[in-house]
């Protein structure tokens, strides 16, 4: 099968198309479609990689909630087109090469790495998805303490948005 | 070529991760920074999702659902405050925003 | 050949999404004149009546109608975003609906492939809940690239709106995965199957036990539609038409189709979840159940035959007549031998759906429109904790046992 191949390459060129696309969009809303572009195609990657459940909580809660939620604020508080600011002059021409270098040594080392070399084919091929029922089990056993740590964490993250949207008295 | 080996997912997550701290340091405005903040989160749940593959192990997924929920509640604070600032300042500019109380 | 030979799953799926996309769309078309008619009679009006018998042809007068229209871009617009706003609604709208099961697994094409089930995923409702959750994008974009302050004003509304109340939908939904421990749409249908123990005539639907669950779902599912009395992204008294004020044209038509789209996936899901999906309600015994679909199409038959008796206009007699030979062959055809079990699970899907449809109907022709704070407490400070509070009491019970799961 032939398909997993191609799938792949066309949503990591999208992937990263939609994250330059960040970068350069001047409307922080084409930004944030952006984003989304970039977050649903790492949702197909999970599919390639087996991991269903992981590509449905993808979208569900980073392009159908995180992502709204920018989306929304954006058009509250109507955030018109960027404004240009000139960086300093190392930055340009010390730090642009610099991050390059950085990035193509990261890319080496890891093309390299032994884990790199593993074959990774999601359902179809050779390799079985990973089973929800198997996932679930192992977070409501060993990282039970982390998982109710989370819900706690979003219940403060809750209050600490509501103390921020209050409106003083 | 039928197979995807690891590494080409490590590589694609390298180079989005790359490109997060790009935006992270060129953006301007509070909202895209933040969400050149998420680029870079997604950039790592990648990598965590290829080794949970190269491994066989569902670890690795445990841990993005935990970095999904914490990316979730980060975004709920985070532009609670941005909304804030909005209202408080005339300008998002992260260069503009230089003191702490006012 | 070769390649049909090699790739059945990638063939029937190809065949399946295009029937199922010419199904859908004529659904969409006839339910938009359903809709007049039902609301119309409520109101002691006619209805539609003049294009063709029954004003059965409207649908199609509607759809060249919003072909040639012209179709205007406001030139402060966004033109990209304003561009993909609509289609996104629709074709989200449309994939929802490649994960229903329409029929049982049992039946399948001559190559092994099941022939009512697009795509038969294992995580399906999570799925679908991904996917309906990126509706909202369709609305909150069309408003904002409008750049104009009445769709705006809607865009925004909707989107708080389908924000909130997809918790409450979600959660209200949990109670009926715990019951059915999956999250697979065949699964959750086949754990419906027979009869409560104590209720020996009643089917094992899971509505029994999530009564409260599945009012708190229709709430929910009403709100997400942004249907009546939850309509208020498009409340025309108020804002025009809300989201979609500077639409015109086709793109307007697409945005219409997204919503009866998403009332069709909506009440697919409340079949499934709650009502046994494409499962009978009669016990297996009861043989002539095989003939109802037939029956039915015979009866719907001799009725329009009657009709077309009684009819004056001569076009409308002959499309009567027409009607009436379908219903007349159609129903013959169900009642074939081969044909009669075949047809019984979409049948009894379909009979569901329409009902909930029906339902939905009713309702935008009898309730008030929220007021928009209304709205905001209903959904947080009443639909919320009573899901959560189902949730929590089945939990209870089904860790002590109390129900069969």
Known sequence: MIFPAILFFVCALLAIVGAVMVILAREPIHSALALILVMMSLAVLYLLLGAEFIAAVQILVYAGAIMILFVTVIMVINAGVEERTDFSKIAKFAGLPLGFFLLLETAHWLYHSAIGAAIANGPGAHAEAFSTRELSTELFRRYLLPFEATSILILIAVLGALVLARKDE | MSVIPISYYLVLSAVLFGLGVVAFVFKRNVITVFMSVELMLNAVNLAFVAFARAHGQVDGLAYVFFVIVVAAAEAAVGLAIVVMLAQNRESLNVERMNSLKF | MEFISQHPVLVAAVVKVVVLLFVVMTALAYLTWLERKVVAHIQSRWGPYYVGAHGLLQPLADGIKFLFKEDVTPPASDRLIYLLAPFLALSLALTALGLIPFGPPGVRFPNGQPVFIVSDVSIGLLFLFAITSLGVYGVALAGWSSNSKYPLLGALRSSAQMISYEVSLTVSVVGVLLLAGTLNFNHIIEGQRGYWHWLRIVPHWYI??????????????????????????????????????????????????????????????????????????????????????????????????????????????????????????????????????????????????????????????????????????????????????????????????????
């Open chain 3, 208 to 405: 029994v036990p999530q009564i409260v669950g599945f009012l708190c779902y229709l709430t929910a599912a009403i709100a997400e539609t942004n249907r009546v009395p939850f309509d208020l992204p498009e409340a025309e008294t108020e804002l025009v038409a809300g989201f979609h004020t500077e639409y015109s044209s086709f793109k307007f038509a697409m945005f219409f189709m997204a919503e009866y789209a998403n009332m069709i996936t909506v009440s697919c899901l409340a079949t499934i979840l709650f009502f046994g999906g494409w499962l009978s309600p009669f016990p297996d015994r009861w043989t002539w159940q095989l003939y109802l679909p037939g029956a039915g199409l015979l009866a719907l038959g001799v009725y329009c035959a009657y009709d077309s008796v009684t009819e004056m206009r001569g076009l409308a007699r002959l499309q009567l007549s027409v009607v009436t030979l379908l219903a007349l062959g159609g129903g013959a055809l169900c009642l074939l031998p081969g044909v009669a079990p075949v047809i019984q699970g979409p049948f009894w899907f379909t009979a569901k759906v329409l009902g909930f449809l029906f339902f939905y109907i009713w309702i935008r022709g009898t309730l008030p429109r929220f007021r928009y704070d209304q709205l905001m407490s209903f959904g947080w400070k009443l639909l919320l904790p009573v899901s959560l509070a189902n949730l929590v009491l089945t939990a209870a019970w089904f860790a002590w046992g109390w129900v069969r799961g």
